[in-house]
């Protein structure tokens, strides 16, 4: 593999538009008024909750540390790059957290500014859980605290994090490692971690009960993987490479055995070298294991028992070259290799001109609003992943009237458009604006952007939407208003919507303002106001639409404001698992259900402001008041939507 150094000129130029996979180097275009206000060197104490901002880069001129009940949150893609130095380092002390949110597309890089080995100290994490050593133990690395009596303890969550340059000199006998694991407990999430060129180990556990899923090392000048101190956690789908002679070890267990699992352990040498060493009385149980190029698989340093190791559910034997095909695909590791070759992210913000396509091989991250104005088209291919900063009602995606966006998911490969981390309201949805009619007029102001809406053309295209998974939008407007997950401004029959999801959303999964669109196979999960809300008079149809809420607090399954002009509503399913109201209509609205199923709901119709009962059909009778018991049609299957599962 080659090393990560052009990847990190990608995040340091966040303001510069990358557009490899466009026609015009102004397809997309940076708002130049973006202001830095935060303190962008992390270098001291971490006394209270703090989240970074993953368009930003960081310095780390010294340690950072995270203090007793403080919370450091790295969003996805954010890039932090230590300056040279022996007490350049991060760490979580005793009761400290960190919520590391890489994703595969953009994962969290942490590394030196040349990238070379020992530049820097790498992450340390202090739990609560036991160590040989016992508790309030006082750590090599600047007087840090570790080990108690909680195997639960958490430090928090890591994800998708790469550390290159890492293992600076502590002091003459002892290293810094890539990743340093003080008595950590089982409450502590790490999955998808490579190091990457460090002077000492890749990973070390000392003691805890932590486990580790996903574990990439690379040409680590000491152990990739090493513990001692008691260390029984597991170690899960692991690839160690080392193309660079002398290395110490693929693993170095030390220590009294508490029998850590390793579960699918691939090491690849091609330059020989000793695979594993175990000392003392250390030991593991190992399945799924598989060594190539190394001289010696074996090496009981302290002649411990054989029987500390379990390989397949044998006994250990030093004589056994432990050769096999790799139990693990390197290519599960290709978020790794994508950015080590340059993979193009980029960022998506301002007006597109002409027709663009994006690249379902691209890593885009969505930095502020991106405008589809008349005339233009956006083209999304099927597998197109789109992460939004979580910047709050400045991200989001619109097209004008005129303008269209042309979203071609398949049920294998759906559009994902999300936040990094998919919590509610982190930014503003999508929103389509048309010529249709609306009850507030002609070239109606929206409260979004200044976005204009509505015409008298109820055949207004403004493209396709099909197999497209929305998560985390909701962002607050103005304190009366927020974005949707998808919404609708004026819409025209001539746009085609299908196989829409919208999760996690804070205020409604769909809203209709006016217009004559219809939209069929829509899901909407834990969306906290509306899940399907319309007002202005939009009279489409909905067909196939299932709602679930499982969260408390929610407004409605439906909301419907205004005059009626009687929409359609086919194959309706809501179900709640914490009560609520599914049906609310405001002032004269209504709607025509066919086939309409209701669960769980406290207050199935709610006539909000006395509005008649007869405006609301359904199975072709009109309702007489909000306790007919009506709404016991078949439920819409959703058993085959797989496709509403994926995620960034």
């Known amino acids: 593999m080659k090393n990560l150094r052009n990847f990190t000129r990608i995040f340091a130029i966040l303001s510069i538009v990358l557009a490899a996979s466009c026609s015009s180097d102004d397809d997309f275009v940076q708002n130049d008024d973006d202001t830095v206000s935060e303190e962008l060197d992390l270098t001291g104490d971490i006394t209270a ?99 108690g009596n909680e195997p639960t303890d958490s430090s928090g969550n890591i994800d998708y994090l790469i550390i290159e340059g890492a293992g600076s000199q502590i002091n003459p006998d002892s290293q810094y490692n890539g990743l340093t694991l003080y008595a950590v407990g089982s409450g502590t999430s790490i999955d998808n971690v490579a190091v990457l060129n460090g002077a000492d180990d890749g ?4 003691g805890g009960t ?32 080392h193309t660079q002679e002398g290395f110490s070890t693929a693993v170095e267990a030390d220590g009294d055995n508490a029998n850590p699992k390793l579960v699918n352990f691939t090491a690849n040498s091609t330059v020989g070298g000793t695979a594993l060493q175990f000392k003392k009385e250390s030991g593991a149980t190992i399945t799924g294991l598989a060594l190539i190029g190394y001289d010696i698989s ?26 096999a095909e790799p139990t693990v695909d390197i290519s599960t590791f290709s978020w790794v290799n994508s950015n080590n070759t340059g993979a193009e992210v980029v960022i998506l913000e301002g007006t597109i001109a002409g027709t663009q396509t994006l690249d379902p091989g691209t890593s885009y ?15 999304i291919p099927a597998g197109t992943k789109i992460a939004a900063r979580p910047g709050g009602q400045s991200v989001y995606i619109a097209a004008q009237i005129g303008g269209q966006i042309e979203v071609n998911g398949t049920a294998e490969n759906p559009v994902v458009m999300s936040s990094v981390s998919g919590q509610p309201g982190e930014w503003g949805g999508l929103l389509l604006c048309g010529d249709a009619p609306t009850t507030e007029g002609t070239n109606v102001i929206a409260e979004v952007g200044g976005l204009v809406y509505g015409g008298s053309n109820d055949a207004s295209d403004s493209g396709q939407i099909n197999y497209l998974v929305i998560v985390g939008a909701g962002a607050q407007i103005n304190p009366d208003s927020q974005f ?24 409604d999964g769909v809203e209709f303002f006016g217009g004559t669109v219809s939209m069929t196979n829509f ?62 209509f405001k002032k004269e609205s209504g709607a025509t259900f066919t086939n309409a199923f209701l669960s769980g709901y406290d207050t199935r119709v709610d006539f909000r402001d006395n509005g008649a009962p007869s405006n609301v059909v359904v199975d072709g009778t009109p309702l007489t008041g909000p ?22």
């Open 49 to 147: 909750d703090r989240i970074l901002d993953a368009t930003q880069q960081y310095t780390l001129s010294g340690p950072v540390l995270i203090k007793d009940g403080a919370k450091l949150t790295i969003p996805a893609g954010t890039l932090i790059i230590a300056e040279a130095g022996q007490e350049t380092y991060i760490a979580v002390e005793k009761g400290g957290e960190i919520d590391i949110q890489g994703t595969a597309s953009l994962p969290v890089i942490m590394r030196s500014t040349a990238g070379s080995p020992g530049d820097w100290g790498g992450l340390l994490l202090c739990g609560n859980a036991p160590t040989t050593e016992g508790v309030n133990v006082i750590a090599e690395v600047g007087g840090l605290i570790y080990g």
């Open 484 to 507: 949707n997950g998808l919404t609708l401004y004026a819409v025209g029959t001539g746009t085609e919507i299908n196989n829409v999801a919208a999760i996690n959303g804070a205020d």
């Open 298 to 323: 074996l090496d009981f340093r302290d002649n411990g028992a054989f029987s500390n190791v379990q390989i397949e559910g044998e006994d250990a034997n030093p004589n056994n070259a432990y050769v």
């Open 210 to 241: 932590v486990s580790v899923t996903n574990f990439y090392s690379e040409n680590n000048e000491d152990d990739s993987v090493d513990w001692t101190e008691g260390w029984n956690g597991t170690l899960t789908n692991s690839y160690v490479l």
């Open 203 to 206: 990973v070390e556990f000392f």
């Open 523 to 584: 899901y909407a999960l834990n969306n906290e106001d509306d899940s399907v809300d319309w007002t202005e008079g939009w009279n489409g149809t909905l067909t196939n639409a299932y709602v679930q809420n499982d969260n408390a607090g929610f407004s409605t399954a439906v909301e419907a404001d205004g005059d009626n002009f009687n929409p359609s509503l086919i194959n309706f399913t809501a179900i709640s698992t914490v009560g609520g109201t599914a049906l609310q």
């Open 627 to 648: 306790d007919d018991d009506v709404f016991n049609g078949t439920a819409v299957d959703i058993s085959m939507w797989t496709w509403i599962n994926a995620r960034l």
């Open 365 to 379: 991250l969505l930095d502020g609003a991106l405008i589809v104005p008349n005339g233009a088209k956006l083209i």
